[in-house]
């Protein structure tokens, strides 16, 4: 069986204070959280700051959770994820200037947004495992009542271990990637990251990380991270709500 994991890597520039006091100093090498799958690690480049956590889908599930009923409506990540003393969750759909979702969401098998938009990517997790594809290779119909979790974005930062045509752009971002060392597609790389060059960060995912796929989600201020595992916890905060998050839990948890 192909091992799976996902792992969330949130990057931002130093000055923001408020999430370099939450952080240690430096952590050169991963660190297991206690009782859980996941491990962590601190990188620090010369430009940014990288949170990742690298998350084993045996032993933990991904959901999208929903700020409210309806797709308009917006929270803060860790409004979403406060009752759970052992949660990994940041932001995830772009949405529109009427703050309704955009893309295909799926979640536990129940289609959230059916607006499927074929020239984005897509973060698809089912079985156990996690693929990046484009909106014109997934086929929705037949996936989505086996998924756990379908989340669209742009650009696709990484397409076969290759870095594509990118926009130069520097932004906060969040971004998930699929490692290239998995040969099952059990793990994955959630990034959010603040004012970080498009193709800086696509060469990171590739050096540091070894991902294979990549792709972009909401960023700006709705990048966010909300993380508590054990004595561990994290907190990026984002500059405003969003209309849903990416949610890691343990495996056997009511999402």
Not at 137 to 159: I, M, N, T, Y
Not at 182 to 206: P, Y
Not at 222 to 229: G, H, Y
Request: charged letters at 15%; a neutral charge.
């Amino acid at each position: 069986m192909k091992r799976c994991a996902v792992v969330f890597l949130a990057v931002y520039v130093c000055c923001l204070s408020s999430v370099l006091q939450a952080a240690p100093a430096s952590l050169p090498v991963w660190q297991k959280l206690e009782n859980s799958g996941v491990s962590y690690r601190l990188y620090k480049q010369p430009e940014f700051v990288a949170h990742v956590f690298d998350v084993d889908l045996k032993l933990h599930q991904i959901r999208i959770l929903n700020a409210g009923e309806n797709l308009q409506t917006h929270a803060y990540v860790r409004q979403m994820v406060a009752l759970w003393p052992w949660v990994i969750a940041s932001n995830a759909s772009f949405f529109d200037e009427s703050q309704r979702v955009m893309g295909l969401v799926v979640n536990a098998g129940q289609v959230i947004s059916k607006h499927l938009i074929k020239s984005w990517g897509i973060l698809s997790v089912r079985l156990g495992h996690a693929e990046i594809l484009s909106g014109q290779e997934f086929d929705w119909k037949s996936h989505a009542s086996q998924a756990d979790a379908v989340v669209q974005g742009l650009p696709r930062l990484v397409v076969h271990k290759k870095i594509p045509a990118l926009k130069a752009q520097s932004a906060t971002r969040t971004i998930v990637c699929v490692n290239s060392s998995d040969k099952d597609n059990h793990h994955l790389f959630l990034i959010a990251t603040s004012r970080v060059d498009t193709s800086l960060v696509a060469h990171f995912l590739v050096d540091e990380l070894g991902c294979e796929e990549a792709l972009n989600l909401d960023g700006g201020p709705s990048t966010q991270l909300e993380a508590r595992a054990g004595s561990f916890s994290l907190s990026m905060a984002g500059g405003w709500g969003v209309p849903n998050a990416l949610v890691i839990l343990p495996v056997g948890v009511s999402p």
